[in-house]
């Protein structure tokens, strides 16, 4: 594999004479010299740049930019360039669990687009929004709400965030466009050379079906902007869940470790079929237990919530046995017309009911003919399959310790039947149990395959022993075959060295493209393992 040249923090003076430039742009109040102020307010209300669940300075921005348009992107480019300042690209910078808004080089300067908040255009007759990088899920619910559309939009667990960003990192929600990659059509680019790109349909100036039509004419090229640093995304089209005539929101129930296999390879057929329609998320029994609402069971958990602790699974069987819950438990909806609804449910009863075991509860909106259900209706949820935004999640970061704490995410992609997932699951429990930490599933099931994510809770007094044990869920995940579909700033080389198909081709083809669309590494240096590689090295690897 070729070597690669890893950018360098850019010297003070530098720094200071592209602040001086980009006020020029902005005006100052739009640059921050110093990461310490600037962003978007986040958790105790800091409006810092870098990793709020971390004490290290490893990835610690050097200051942030926040230009408000298109055009003003395309200057901070040419400056950076001109400068050879290191950008790191965020939109809202609330990739909580991923490294907020840190960057891979220590010293880059944030630019931060979430001054940049316009919600372009928003159709409810095509189900469509188009948006720029600073719009959050909030956001989007409220202008909803407030034009009285019937329109469902997906929401992640946290509505915070923003929609663009969350969609290039190949995040998801819970309607049946809850696959945002998926459900993503048009984009618009400022490449790292300042110059500005359509893709698809946008390719043609005013060209009506943009948000329409993702595949254009030629290769399709919004592949290259996810997960990469090859150009900086400015807008994107979105589709969006037309609201339902009927609505059930379903939990399946399963009572032994076990169970996961069938519950996994039942829940994926049925999305094969087209009876479910949104991604099912499983929870394991403590994350049941953790945000329940049942006092005496947070007093057991208590006990044992602590730095260098773990609740026992003894513990947490009792508790389950207690409350008559299962070890599993998974959620999702159903969305149909009038006449639908009654038959999905029958069918979800048939299908898991060879389970032993299994208990399945629902919350049912049978709706009218012709009339659509309303957000209103439905108040908030616990997952919000019917895209209403909350924050309510946040809470259990200081689960751990109440002088502050946080969250890391592992997210192996792994087959649907569930056998594969029960394999993996085994490994990365023990794995955390022996690290002394709690393991909290947030598995989110598709047709053909789940994302396991295993979201792991720490103090920030176990930062490196959390970050030890990352480091062995990656290496473990990859000698039964598989990687994250997204990870922490601190692990983004060590993932991409997983992909080592043909002496990792796929690498140095990547490089091939960052040298030449981005000859000085300026823009995201080290995004997803992507570096600014000597082109001759790169040839000679490709044989070219």
């Given at each position: 594999?070729?070597?690669?040249?890893?950018s360098?923090?850019?010297?003070t003076?530098?720094?200071?004479?592209?602040?001086n430039?980009?006020?020029?742009?902005?005006?100052?109040?739009?640059?921050?010299?110093?990461?310490?102020?600037g962003?978007?307010?986040g958790?105790?209300?800091?409006?810092?740049?870098?990793?709020s669940?971390?004490t290290?300075?490893?990835?610690?921005?050097?200051?942030?930019?926040r230009?408000k348009?298109v055009?003003?992107?395309?200057?901070?480019?040419?400056l950076a360039?001109r400068?050879?300042?290191?950008?790191?690209?965020?939109?809202?910078?609330?990739?909580?669990g991923?490294?907020?808004s840190?960057?891979?080089?220590?010293?880059?300067?944030?630019?931060?687009l979430?001054?940049?908040?316009?919600?372009?255009?928003?159709?409810e007759?095509?189900?469509?929004?188009?948006?720029?990088?600073?719009?959050?899920?909030?956001?989007?619910?409220?202008?909803?709400?407030?034009?009285?559309?019937?329109?469902?939009p997906?929401?992640?667990?946290?509505?915070?965030?923003?929609?663009?960003?969350?969609?290039?990192?190949?995040?998801?929600?819970?309607?049946?466009?809850?696959?945002?990659?998926?459900?993503q059509?048009?984009?618009e680019v400022?490449?790292?050379?300042?110059?500005?790109?359509?893709?698809?349909?946008?390719?043609?100036?005013?060209?009506?079906t943009f948000?329409?039509?993702?595949?254009?004419f030629?290769?399709?090229l919004?592949?290259?902007?996810?997960?990469s640093?090859?150009?900086?995304?400015?807008?994107?089209?979105?589709?969006?869940?037309?609201a339902?005539?009927?609505?059930?929101?379903?939990?399946?129930?399963?009572?032994?470790?076990?169970?996961?296999?069938p519950?996994v390879?039942t829940?994926?057929d049925?999305?094969?079929?087209?009876?479910?329609?949104?991604?099912?998320?499983?929870?394991?029994?403590f994350?049941?237990?953790?945000?329940s609402?049942?006092p005496?069971?947070?007093a057991?958990?208590a006990?044992?919530?602590?730095?260098?602790?773990?609740?026992p699974y003894?513990?947490?069987?009792?508790?389950?046995?207690?409350?008559?819950w299962?070890?599993?438990r998974?959620?999702?909806?159903?969305y149909g017309?009038?006449?639908?609804?009654?038959?999905?449910?029958a069918?979800?009863?048939?299908a898991?009911?060879?389970?032993?075991?299994?208990?399945?509860?629902?919350?049912?909106?049978?709706?009218?003919?012709?009339?659509?259900?309303?957000a209103?209706?439905?108040?908030?949820?616990?997952?919000?399959?019917?895209?209403?935004?909350?924050?309510?999640?946040l809470?259990?970061?200081?689960?751990?310790?109440?002088?502050?704490?946080?969250?890391?995410?592992?997210?192996?992609?792994i087959?649907?039947?569930?056998?594969e997932?029960?394999?993996?699951?085994?490994?990365?429990?023990?794995?955390?149990?022996?690290?002394?930490?709690?393991?909290?599933?947030?598995?989110?099931?598709?047709?053909?395959?789940v994302i396991?994510?295993?979201l792991?809770i720490?103090?920030?007094?176990e930062?490196?022993?959390v970050?030890?044990?990352?480091?062995?869920?990656?290496?473990?995940?990859?000698?039964?075959?598989?990687i994250?579909?997204r990870?922490?700033v601190s692990?983004?080389?060590?993932?991409?060295?997983?992909?080592?198909?043909?002496?990792?081709?796929?690498?140095?083809?990547?490089?091939?493209?960052?040298?030449?669309?981005?000859p000085?590494?300026?823009?995201?240096?080290?995004?997803?393992g992507?570096?600014?590689?000597?082109?001759s090295e790169v040839?000679?690897?490709?044989?070219?």
């Open positions: 594999m070729s070597s690669h040249t890893r360098a923090a850019p010297d003076k530098t720094l200071e004479e592209f602040f430039d980009a006020a020029s742009v902005l005006g100052e109040e739009n640059v921050s010299r110093t990461p310490e102020h962003a978007l307010n958790l105790q209300n800091s409006d810092s740049y870098g990793d669940f971390s290290v300075t490893t990835h610690q921005p050097s200051g942030a930019v230009p348009s055009e003003e992107v395309q200057e901070i480019v040419k360039n400068h050879k300042v290191p950008l790191w690209t965020v939109s809202r910078g609330k990739n909580l991923y490294g907020g840190s960057a891979v080089v220590k010293g880059s300067v944030i630019l931060d979430h001054r940049m908040n316009k919600i372009i255009e928003l159709s007759e095509y189900g469509y929004a188009i948006v720029e990088p600073g719009v959050s899920f909030f956001d989007l619910y409220e202008e909803i709400q407030r034009r009285g559309l019937n329109l469902w997906s929401v992640p667990a946290i509505g915070w965030g923003s929609v663009l960003g969350n969609t290039v990192d190949r995040g998801f929600g819970y309607t049946p466009n809850g696959e945002h990659s998926q459900s059509c048009g984009m400022v490449l790292p050379n300042g110059d500005l790109l359509r893709t698809g349909m946008g390719a043609v100036k005013d060209n009506k948000p329409l039509y993702k595949g254009g030629g290769p399709g919004d592949g290259l902007f996810y997960q640093n090859l150009g900086i995304v400015t807008k994107i089209g979105i589709h969006i869940t037309p339902p005539e009927a609505y059930a929101t379903v939990e399946v129930s399963v009572p032994r470790e076990e169970d996961i296999v519950l390879g829940l994926s049925l999305m094969r079929r087209s009876i479910i329609l949104n991604s099912p998320s499983i929870a394991n029994i994350r049941i237990a953790l945000t609402q049942v005496e069971v947070h057991k958990l006990q044992y919530m602590k730095p260098g602790s773990y609740v003894p513990v947490l069987e009792e508790i389950r046995r207690d409350q008559n299962g070890f599993w998974a959620y999702f909806s159903l017309s009038v006449e639908m609804l009654p038959a999905l449910l069918t979800i009863k048939r898991f009911s060879g389970i032993q075991g299994v208990q399945i509860k629902w919350r049912e909106f049978p709706g009218k003919p012709g009339e659509a259900i309303t209103a209706e439905i108040n908030e949820e616990e997952i919000p399959h019917s895209g209403i935004p909350t924050l309510a999640p809470g259990i970061v200081n689960s751990r310790s109440e002088t502050g704490g946080g969250h890391i995410d592992y997210s192996p992609v087959p649907a039947s569930g056998r997932l029960y394999e993996w699951y085994l490994t990365a429990k023990q794995r955390t149990m022996d690290a002394k930490f709690d393991f909290f599933a947030d598995f989110h099931v598709y047709p053909r395959y396991g994510i295993e792991i720490y103090t920030l007094q930062e490196a022993r970050h030890q044990l990352c480091r062995h869920l990656v290496q473990d995940g990859a000698q039964q075959g598989y994250p579909y990870t922490h692990y983004m080389d060590n993932v991409a060295r997983k992909l080592d198909f043909n002496h990792s081709s796929f690498s140095r083809f990547v490089g091939l493209m960052k040298h030449t669309l981005d000085k590494g300026i823009l995201s240096p080290g995004k997803s992507i570096w600014y590689r000597d082109v040839m000679s690897s490709l044989h070219l």
